[in-house]
T-cell receptor
Framework: EAQVTQNPRYLITVTGKKLTVTCSQN?????MSWYRQDPGLGLRQIYY???????DKGDVPEGYKVSRKEKRNFPLILESPSPNQTSLYFC????????????FGQGTRLTVV | AQKVTQAQTEISVVEKEDVTLDCVYE???????LFWYKQPPSGELVFLIR??????QNEISGRYSWNFQKSTSSFNFTITASQVVDSAVYFC?????????????FGSGTKLNVKP
């Protein structure tokens, strides 16, 4: 089954404790991205990757890192989480960046206390 | 400026009513793509439709229909004879083919409540 898998689904952590949210897709898609969803703001892009070893900042990259060492995986790293990073996070993949729909993971609800 | 505007924050209807969710977009590109996604209470994002800027034909899929009008930069979504299972947040999104081809712009979403 074609899917985007994120882990964990829920995470509560403390300020400053490094964490990684994993994302994996099995569709051989070139393009992957991370979004955060906050009430009233819709989804905002954090980082995206056009292909292996090619990543770039989205609209709200501060406080986040990503890597794309393999085509299927695109982890999101919070080196020093802060309470303003409490949000619902989605990973997405697209076959290419152009003219294709995005497939989303199930979401990761992160709470930073 | 917002690339995608969904002015309706929340709509409540009674089952079997028709409801239209508005989406207005802004782009200077002549080639672009519009999308609708559904986010049910369980939280996942479900793809509903993709429309490119060269295809202004309206689309119907069961109880769902979409009205794309370039003249007003709108891509509205209508649910006919709504059902409780339609209760969700609906997002409109835009993807451009120009310099920002790698971006995917979402509206802020419209929460639809369908009451029995």
């Amino acid at each position: 089954e074609a899917q985007v898998t994120q882990n964990p689904r829920y995470l509560i952590t403390v300020t400053g404790k490094k964490l990684t949210v994993t994302c994996s897709q099995n569709m051989n898609h070139e393009y992957m991205s991370w979004y955060r969803q906050d009430p009233g703001l819709g989804l905002r892009q954090i980082y995206y990757s056009m292909n292996v070893e090619v990543t770039d900042k989205g609209d709200v990259p501060e406080g986040y890192k990503v890597s794309r060492k393999e085509k299927r995986n695109f982890p999101l790293i919070l080196e020093s989480p802060s309470p303003n990073q409490t949000s619902l996070y989605f990973c997405a993949s697209r076959r290419t960046a152009l003219n294709t729909e995005a497939f989303f993971g199930q979401g990761t609800r992160l709470t930073v206390v | 400026a917002q690339k995608v505007t969904q002015a309706q924050t929340e709509i409540s209807v009674v089952e079997k009513e028709d409801v239209t969710l508005d989406c207005v977009y802004e782009t200077r590109d002549t080639t672009y793509y519009l999308f609708w996604y559904k986010q049910p209470p369980s939280g996942e994002l479900v793809f509903l439709i993709r429309r490119n800027s060269f295809d202004e034909q309206n689309e119907i899929s069961g109880r769902y229909s979409w009205n794309f009008q370039k003249s007003t930069s709108s891509f509205n979504f209508t649910i006919t004879a709504s059902q409780v299972v339609d209760s969700a947040v609906y997002f409109c999104a835009l993807s451009e083919a120009g310099d920002n081809f790698n971006k995917f712009y979402f509206g802020s979403g419209t929460k639809l409540n369908v009451k029995p």
